[in-house]
């Protein structure tokens, strides 16, 4: 089918160039040129595991291309996805003012039936709005009033593994009163679905898939399933955090807790790692976006507001940390393992490494950090920071290394080395992703988050 997505963002990109693999024609538009200019050189503009190498096997079959002009991908394809940026505004709205733009543009290029496929994840009700915004900009644009349909179509692709997450969905969320607009999706997404298509590098990951289960609901529910999803995951790890806290006051192991809640099925092992906390593109947008459609109907979102809250203060916890192992932080030099808000991914939005490296800095700390892929200073991040080459020079001379992100390669650092260049051997490791008893028996103190 002939398909364009509008925003080759993370959720853009990938979901584009996915399609192209099932054997789609899809034409990939950004409005940032520079962007096109090198997806179309088949270089990757975001870090993320095996894309470029799809970018380029479906540029050569032909089946992919970009462009920078929305009436290019409107004109040429049968189903249009917006999967443009919805950050959150100051007050936790969403800011849909891309969702517009493009919204507008398609209504000036719509030519014949369309789907329009909302995948930005959008505040409950947008559907219709974007259908209003569509339908104005056609009458505005004198164009001639031709019919289409808006269908909510969610992802829930995880940065780091969108592609498996896109070949191996847990479940694909239509939303739409159309009928017809339904059936040409399940079309579109029939070898997703049926889990028949020939898997890139021909090892399938998860062999025993049969079928991906669809469902099938209106507009609002379907955009509810993604708020609710990302908000219930976001509640899962703030409430693993709170019983870590715990667990550090009374003595327990919050791994040991994690895995003995985990083997009930109703709870499942899956995101209950305690840590400093959540970060990213999506959980701090979507809980806010939800939190703030909540007041909007005077409603006080309880839970939502202590997962906030939880999340809020854990990332705190480990300056508190640092201020009890150091005492005085003023003058001290502190090394930062990892940037991006996790592993396998350059995203840094509202990491926790950011606001924990700010806040030591401004208490007088001298900050060295290391990241395996981030190698540029984020803005949100102080320029007080250094950014050093590799993890032993961020480490050398610090009297207290701090693991932000669990990126693999930190696994197999040498800490014999470590020891003798660090001032003082004091590890807190924030994702509680270091052998601690091997680390003890080394000679490090170290401190994990609730064992
Ligand atoms: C999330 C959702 O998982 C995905 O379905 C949705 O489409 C987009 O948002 P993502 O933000 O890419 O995906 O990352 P995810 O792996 O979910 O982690 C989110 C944050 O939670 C990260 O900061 C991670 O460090 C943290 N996390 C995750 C924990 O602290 N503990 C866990 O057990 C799991």
């Known amino acids: 089918m002939k398909v364009s997505v509008i925003g080759t963002g993370y959720v853009g990109l990938v979901t584009g160039v996915c399609l192209a693999e099932i054997g789609n024609e899809v034409i990939c538009v950004d409005k940032i040129k520079e962007k096109i200019d090198m997806l179309k050189n088949g270089q990757c503009p975001i870090y993320e595991p095996g894309l470029e190498t799809i970018i380029k096997n479906n540029i050569k079959r032909g089946r992919l291309k970009f462009s920078h002009k929305i009436e290019e991908g409107v004109k040429q394809s049968e189903i249009i996805f917006i999967s443009v940026g919805t950050p959150s505004l100051p007050n936790g709205q969403a800011d849909l003012s891309f969702v517009e733009q493009v919204a507008k543009e398609i209504g000036k290029s719509i030519d014949s039936y369309k789907i329009i496929v909302n995948k930005s994840t959008v505040p409950i009700g947008s559907g219709d709005w974007v259908s209003m915004m569509i339908s104005e900009s056609m009458e505005t644009g004198n164009n001639k009033k031709v019919s289409f349909d808006v269908v909510s179509n969610p992802e829930f692709l995880r940065e780091g593994s969108a592609i498996e997450d896109t070949f191996f969905p847990d479940r694909i969320v239509i939303g739409s009163s159309s009928k017809k607009a339904i059936t040409i999706m399940i079309e579109l997404y029939k070898p997703l679905l049926e889990q028949d298509f020939e898997w890139p590098d021909s090892k399938r990951l998860v062999?025993?898939?049969?079928?991906?289960?669809?469902?099938?609901?209106?507009?609002?529910?379907?955009?509810?399933?993604?708020?609710?999803?990302?908000?219930?995951?976001?509640?899962?790890?703030?409430?693993?955090?709170?019983?870590?806290?715990?667990?550090?006051k009374v003595g327990a192991n919050v791994t040991a807790v994690a895995e003995g809640m985990g083997l009930d099925k109703r709870i499942g092992r899956l995101f209950l790692n305690a840590g400093i906390g959540w970060g990213g593109s999506c959980f701090p947008k979507d809980v806010a976006a939800l939190t703030y459609i909540a007041n909007e109907y005077g409603m006080t979102p309880q839970m939502l507001n202590a997962a906030i809250s939880v999340n809020k203060e854990q990332k705190l916890k480990i300056i508190k940390k640092v201020q009890d192992e150091l005492k005085i932080v003023k003058g001290k030099t502190i090394a930062v393992l990892g940037i991006a808000f996790k592993p396998d991914t350059d995203d840094v939005r509202d990491a926790p490494s950011i606001s924990i490296m700010n806040g030591l800095s401004n208490l007088g700390a001298k900050i060295k950090t290391y990241d395996p892929i981030v190698k540029n200073k984020p803005d949100s991040l102080t320029d007080r920071v250094k950014i050093c080459k590799d993890a032993y020079e961020a480490i050398d001379g610090a009297d207290i290394l701090i693991l932000a992100t669990e990126w693999r390669q930190f696994a197999d650092l040498d800490f014999d080395k470590i020891k003798k260049t660090m001032n003082h051997n004091i590890i807190i490791d924030g994702r509680n992703f270091f052998n601690k008893e091997k680390l003890q028996d080394m000679g490090f103190r170290y401190i994990g988050i609730g064992r």
């Open 207 to 248: 062999p025993e898939v049969q079928k991906v289960p669809l469902v099938v609901t209106d507009l609002t529910s379907a955009e509810m399933i993604k708020y609710a999803s990302n908000s219930f995951l976001a509640t899962k790890i703030s409430f693993i955090n709170e019983i870590a806290n715990i667990c550090e």
